[in-house]
Structures are given as structure tokens and as C-alpha cells.
């Protein structure tokens, strides 16, 4: 079964700017995606489209679904999308409350909601974080706090706005050990290359709206010319001492 499946997927700002131009692609069930590119190449705008936050042309199918009004409450309950701001997820004066609003709103007992809300601070390692206020917490408790109002409503596919931006390490180790031991579909965007390394099996880059690779992140990612052609690093982890000697004569040549 497909997670995801996009035709001829294109989406315009209402102030002309195109986002997206024509993509096309799939995502089996319990696929993990990176998308990555440059800044302005559309991921964000692509990750807003999947649970229709944002309506696109061309098709878009969502668990053999087509995103359309009539199936977007359905859509929106099977696809949990993390912005990347995470003060745009929370917002009511206690935790517990920011992460029983969702399975509340999907109409669950008091009991189911206060169990889900325990299970997915488990799930994200804020254990016992219930009272807390959200105004009170680090960057990065916010963070997995927002992560944890979308695991609460169960999704089928989760979708991740740069997850590990402006984390210190052990946030940003947290999330990664939450990534990689999750069974669901997800789709995320990043600039950090090593973490989609270390938790995506698959990799897509987007530039100017449009898809320029799409394959194994093992290949793709130690693909340095594809990868320096869209702004973007081998991941540290690629960078032998070879290849880093190489890339700064090249520097050096560039700059002259
Ligand atoms: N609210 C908006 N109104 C108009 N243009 C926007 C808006 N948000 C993003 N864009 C433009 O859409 C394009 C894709 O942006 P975005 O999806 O945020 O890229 P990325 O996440 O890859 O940095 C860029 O050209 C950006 O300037
Ligand atoms: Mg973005």
C-alpha cells in the first residue's frame, strides 16, 4: 500500500510565487523520506500539502485517498505533520492539555486521552512532563513536547519540518532515537545530513519545486557533486580525510 502518492503535484502562493512545479513521486507504508535542498526549494510547502493544510493541482493521494474536501478529515486524522516551530503546536497552559487536545477533539474517553497523553511523553522521553507549562520549557523540550501532541492522535504517516534545527546535541539525539525506532510511514524535511542519514532510508532532493534526485540515502548522500550542485554537504560522517582534503583544494581554487 502507498503512503503517499503525488502526480504532477504543483502549488503557488496566492501571491503568484510558484512552490512546487510538477512533482511526482511515491512513499511505500513504513517508508522513512528525507527531503532536503536548498532553502526556498519548496519542502516546507510540500510537508503542508500532505495533510491539506495547503491544496495543491495535479493528484495527490494519501493512503489510496485522493486529497480532495470531502476526504480531508479523514486525511488529517492519518497524517500528523510536526511544524517546525514548535509554539505553532503549543499553546494551551499545561502540557497535559496541549497533548490531550487532539485526541480529545477525535472524540476518545477522558481515560483513553489521559493514557495517550502519558504514552506519547514516554514515547518522546518527557515522562512525567503532564503539568508542566509549555512557556516554562527549553528549545528543545518544546520540541519533542510538539512532537508528542502529534504522536498522541495515532497518524499513520508522520511528517517532520526540520526536526533537529537549532537542537543542542541530546535534543537532537532524542529525536533521532525517536525516528529511527518508529514503525510509521515518515516523511521529513532537514538540513542536517547525517541525521537523515542515520534515520532515512530513502532521500529527495528538491530545488526550485522540482525533484533532482530521489534515491538511496547511502548513495545519495556521498554523492558530492550532486549534493554541492543544490547547496547542500556530504554529511560529516562521508567526509574522509581524503575527500575533505579534496573539497578544500577546490575551495581554494573557487575562491581565487
Ligand atoms: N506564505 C508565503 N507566501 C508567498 N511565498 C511563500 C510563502 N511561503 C513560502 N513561500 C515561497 O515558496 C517557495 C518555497 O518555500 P518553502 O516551502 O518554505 O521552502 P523550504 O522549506 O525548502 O525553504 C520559496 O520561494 C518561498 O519564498
Ligand atoms: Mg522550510
Not at 503525488?6 to 528525507?34: H, R
Not at 526549494?41 to 493528484?59: C, E, M
Request: aromatic fraction near 6%; charge should be neutral.
Amino acid at each position: 500500500m502507498l503512503a503517499v502518492k503525488a502526480e504532477n503535484l504543483s502549488y503557488s502562493y496566492p501571491d503568484g510565487t510558484p512552490a512546487l512545479q510538477e512533482i511526482s513521486f511515491s512513499v511505500p507504508e513504513g517508508e522513512k523520506m528525507a527531503i532536503v535542498g536548498p532553502n526556498g526549494s519548496g519542502k516546507s510547502t510540500l510537508i503542508t500539502l500532505l495533510n491539506g493544510v495547503r491544496q495543491g493541482k495535479g493528484l495527490l493521494e494519501i493512503l489510496s485517498l485522493s486529497l480532495n474536501r470531502s476526504n480531508l478529515p479523514q486525511i488529517k486524522q492519518w497524517v500528523g505533520v510536526v511544524f517546525q516551530n514548535p509554539d505553532d503546536q503549543l499553546f494551551c497552559p499545561t502540557i497535559f492539555e496541549d497533548i490531550a487536545f487532539g485526541p480529545l477533539n477525535q472524540g476518545l474517553p477522558a481515560d483513553e486521552v489521559r493514557q495517550r497523553v502519558e504514552n506519547a511523553l514516554q514515547s518522546v522521553g518527557l515522562e512525567g512532563y503532564q503539568k508542566r507549562s509549555s512557556f516554562h520549557l527549553s528549545f528543545g523540550e518544546r520540541k519533542l513536547a510538539s512532537l508528542a501532541t502529534v504522536v498522541a492522535m495515532d497518524p499513520r504517516i508522520i511528517a517532520l519540518d526540520e526536526p533537529t534545527s537549532n537542537l543542542d546535541l541530546s535534543h537532537r539525539r532524542k529525536i533521532i532515537r525517536w525516528l529511527q525506532k518508529n514503525p510509521h510511514t515518515i516523511i521529513l524535511t532537514t538540513h542536517d545530513l547525517d541525521m537523515a542519514l542515520d534515520t532515512c532510508q530513502r532521500v529527495m532532493i528538491l530545488n526550485k519545486g522540482k525533484i533532482v534526485a530521489d534515491g538511496r540515502s547511502q548513495e545519495l548522500l556521498s554523492d558530492r557533486m550532486i549534493l554541492e550542485e543544490n547547496d547542500l554537504e556530504l554529511p560529516l560522517r562521508m567526509q574522509t580525510p581524503h575527500s575533505v582534503k579534496k573539497f578544500k583544494s577546490m575551495q581554494k581554487i573557487n575562491n581565487r
